[in-house]
């Protein structure tokens, strides 16, 4: 950070699911621990996205359905009528 002060991820598990016959692809990733630090302030908590969706018959695009689940403490709250957003991938030249 600008400060000095370090921050750190504990990485969790990251799941992936595909189902040929559908086509449906469901990716799943864990933060186990957040921990970020600025100057006085401290989040703490932990994290997890969802991203499911249709890969497209030629495997150049996902469309997807964004999920983002988390506890950060108090002053984040996540709202209990939260909901995902889209986000579609683009396979890129290799």
Request: charged share 30%.
């Amino acid at each position: 950070m600008l400060d000095g002060s370090i921050s750190n991820y504990k990485a969790g598990d990251c799941t992936v699911d595909y189902d040929a016959r559908t086509r449906e692809l469901r990716v799943e990733v864990v933060v186990d621990h957040v921990d970020i630090v600025f100057m006085t302030e401290r989040i703490e908590g932990h994290t997890k996205d969802v991203f499911i969706g249709i890969v497209s018959p030629n495997g150049k695009v996902w469309e997807t359905d964004w999920l983002s689940f988390f506890e950060l403490g108090e002053r984040f709250p996540m709202a209990p009528d939260a909901v995902g957003e889209g986000l579609v991938f683009d396979k890129i030249a290799e």
